[in-house]
């Protein structure tokens, strides 16, 4: 019995809009659509109530409405204050899903509506009994409420963002007292989208503080090699282009990182005929970037003369005030790793900043240097661009499907622990998107699988196997 909808959208008139490129996006998304055809009839997520956080895209709608028709109920949000596209919300919202996603909501909305994905009938107990996360950020709204409510203390914020979400978690804690420990009980495991969310859970489940367990689905190897890295190629320079419509040829641009993300904005910017440089911390990767033909420098080296930087990689203070103050007049600033402590915005406040359109700031520094930042240092695939295209969104998503069946029907066989779906189902996903591209496998013959010690109908590989 509510008093008002159970969505919140910018505007529930673009929902045809959103209808039609759903349409779309689902003729590019195989994997998805197959799996909607193979367990129709069986309904595996019947009773199954899914709090899902991440990005409310026109690609997560077609994730939710498989979830759907494989019998489970759902209530959304984004996971970032500029990554929703609101007609996909509003295409979501008219069939009566109860999804909270704007593009540009407040981080104060941000909190508000990941404390409305939990509320599945808060007054009278009503829980969800599966997370579907990316980034982390519903996990910890739920996990810190059950531990305030077992007595430990909660932290004292140390910016905006950590203020809002002591807020609505202090709010929720007082108007439900025990909803939220009642929620984590009834929770049968959490899948999570990105690396950064994995790190979190990892390190939850290395201080034992993880109470259900969870599915990695960043590490399936048909979501970091192909999403993390073929999808950063596509979206990393729509992004740039749209927000600045800038000459990439010939430009000079670094890229911060050469993991999945880095080598895929690396070759997205080399492919619009950047001239690229990569920074790295680790041997390997930076030995990689090297032999793939790039630069590797550090950032002091070339901060003075680049045109372009890109943050990729998921750690903090990579790009710090003191480089911005060094860089060249006009130079363009992204990041497109999780969250935005990449780069050090929060120095930056005191500066002039003007908006040239939404998520795209001049930045004014003493003396006249400016910056352009793009959507304040978040993720800038998704904020000034559309994030990745829907076919490789198939492979990522196929995988959260999967990991939502296993830890609906079969999380007793988990412990509290964070575990990765197996190869035959990796390789599953990747069957999936074959026929669309036109690929024809080889099949192996049964001298070959014994020779090279394979099932004949896979897995291919050993779990050491790196791709
Ligand atoms: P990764 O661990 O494969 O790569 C990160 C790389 O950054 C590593 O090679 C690491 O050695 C390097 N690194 C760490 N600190 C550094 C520093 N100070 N300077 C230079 N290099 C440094 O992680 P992955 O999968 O590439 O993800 C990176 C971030 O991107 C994560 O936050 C992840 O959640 C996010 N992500 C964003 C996507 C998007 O569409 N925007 C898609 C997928 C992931």
């Not at 590019?28 to 997520?45: D, F, K």
């Not at 025990?178 to 049968?188: Q, S």
């Not at 999570?192 to 590490?219: C, M, Q, S, W």
Request: charge should be negative.
């Amino acid at each position: 019995t509510l008093d008002r909808p159970d969505y919140v959208v910018a505007d529930i008139a673009l929902a045809d809009f959103g209808r039609k490129e759903i349409t779309i996006a689902e003729t590019e998304m195989p994997g998805l659509m197959a799996i909607r055809e193979e367990y129709r009839s069986e309904q595996p997520l019947k009773g199954a109530k899914i709090t899902g956080s991440l990005h409310m895209t026109i690609q997560t709608a077609v994730l939710i409405e498989t979830l759907v028709a494989l019998g489970a109920e759902v209530r959304w949000a984004t996971c970032n204050i500029y990554s929703t596209q609101d007609h996909a919300a509003a295409a979501i919202a008219a069939q009566g899903i109860p999804v909270f996603a704007i593009k540009g909501e407040s981080l104060e909305e941000y909190w508000e509506y990941v404390d409305r994905i939990f509320d599945w009938g808060a007054e009278e107990g009503n829980t969800c009994n599966l997370i579907l996360d990316d980034g982390g950020d519903a996990t910890m709204f739920a996990l810190w409420g059950a531990r305030v409510e077992a007595g430990e203390e909660l932290f004292t914020p140390s910016n905006e963002e950590e203020e809002f979400f002591v807020k609505i978690l202090k709010r929720r804690l007082a108007q439900t007292p025990g909803y939220l420990t009642k929620t984590v009980e009834a929770i049968k495991g959490v899948s999570e989208e990105t690396t950064t969310g994995v790190h979190r859970l990892y390190d939850l489940a290395k201080k034992g503080k993880l109470p259900f367990p969870a599915i990695n689905v960043n590490d399936s190897v048909t979501k970091s090699k192909f999403d993390n890295k073929y999808g950063c190629k596509e979206s990393l320079v729509d992004g740039i282009r749209r927000g600045t419509d800038v000459m990439m040829a010939g430009k000079v641009a670094v890229v911060c990182g050469y993991g999945d993300v880095g080598k895929g904005s690396a070759a997205s910017l080399q492919g619009a005929g950047a001239r690229v440089i990569v920074t790295e911390i680790d041997p390997i990767c930076a030995l990689q970037a090297a032999m793939d033909g790039f630069a590797v420098q550090t950032l002091e080296d070339v901060v003075g003369t680049a045109d372009i930087f890109v943050t990729t990689t998921g750690n903090k203070d990579v790009i710090t005030i003191d480089h911005m103050r060094a860089m060249k007049d006009m130079a363009i600033v992204g990041n497109i790793g999780h969250f935005d402590n990449e780069i050090q915005i929060s120095a930056l406040e005191n500066m002039k900043w003007t908006e040239i359109k939404p998520q795209v700031d001049m930045i004014e520094f003493p003396g006249g240097k400016r910056i352009i930042m793009l959507s304040k240092g978040r993720l800038l695939n998704l904020g000034n661009a559309t994030g990745h295209p829907s076919f490789v969104m198939s492979a990522s998503f196929t995988n959260q499907v999967l990991a939502q069946i296993e830890l609906f029907k079969g999380a007793n066989k988990y412990q509290n622990d964070v575990y990765v779906l197996p190869k035959h189902l990796d390789e599953k996903v990747a069957r999936l998107h074959l026929e669309k591209l036109g690929v024809k496998l080889t099949e192996l013959t049964k001298e070959q699988a014994e020779y090279i010690d394979v099932p004949l109908a896979g897995p291919f590989k050993k779990d050491e196997y790196r791709y």
